[in-house]
């Protein structure tokens, strides 16, 4: 893929905004996570602020309180799902220290989704099968689901109707794949930065891009190790599949090493299809991996509000006689700067 002049979109289009609004999610999601079924097996948290019912049943919370949600997939070591753990079974640790869970269920729950599809020049031949495979990928998540289309090459746009933010019409959604021709190169990191903005505006409790490409990024104003740094602020976990395109082999090893860092920072998972053909099975796989993860939260017992990167690590003892496990979830966050609002002096 050449350089060439950004093209100007043959039809009118929303550019997505690059905005604030980490916050809010954190504070919805916290808020929806509390709001806990008679089931759910959950542990005293901290004293500190606690959450409050309202007259209409709702949840809310001050905006003091400080939760950190880690929505975490278990797989074997064959790669299938595991959904029959207790939450004896997991250890949270942020920075090393130990931290108690405060909240733990395992359900399918809806989410706010991005499907971030690459429309090059290079995707040309494989373009309807793709976008077909993005079509599976709705119909097999959950129907309460709220899901945007980005559309990029040299630029991206969101392709839902005018002042639509959100959609769950299959009809609709469709239509927004087929808006843009694929042609010139490929601006990755600027299609990937606005997209997680754009989450955040879901009113739904998680945030999931989806991404189809098989580029190397040559076009984006938007440097990697910041793509790397706001992916990190956000609760969007990214699942990529990118499939071999025609470019060096050198820059698509490197292009590979960096989204593969992407997915892991973020609790995602990446994918190497050997043939678009292959994107269809991949995609149910996703949307079977998001329908089936665990929900853990925990109260930070470090309390300061210094705008640190705190890691995160979860580790599983399963019962005895089960084979090895491994827990895929986001590898931390950035704690709230001090001038965040709600913030208190530590």
Known sequence: MHPRNRPRPARPRQHIGLGLGLAFSLLLSAALL???????QTSQA??????????????????DVDLVVLHTTVVNRQGHIVADLR?????IYENG??????????????VSIGLVIDNSGSMYQDKQNLRAAALTFVETSNPLD????????????????????FSSDINELKEALEKTDTRGGTALWDALRASLDHAKRGTRPKKVLLVITDGVD???RTKYDALLRYAQETETAIYIVQLRGNEDARDWRRARRQLKKVAEITGGEIYFPAASEDVHSICRKIAHDIRNQYIIAYYPTN????????SVRVELRPPKGRDQLIARTRTGYYAPAPDSPGSTTP
């Not at 409050?52 to 809310?60: P, V």
């Not at 309390?303 to 705190?310: E, K, L, N, P, V």
């Open 97 to 110: 220290v130990p931290q108690e869970i405060a909240v733990f269920r395992q359900e399918d729950i809806p």
């Open 146 to 165: 709220e899901v945007f289309v980005v559309n990029f090459n040299d630029d991206y746009y969101l392709d839902l109707g005018p002042g639509r933010d």
């Open 303 to 310: 309390r300061a509000r210094d705008g640190s990167f705190r």
């Open 46 to 63: 901290p004293p500190g602020p606690r959450p409050r019912r309202d007259a209409s049943g709702d949840y809310r919370l001050s905006v």
């Open 34 to 40: 509390l709001a806990q079924s008679s089931t759910s």
């Open 87 to 91: 939450q004896d079974h997991f250890r």
């Open 218 to 220: 040559r076009y984006s």
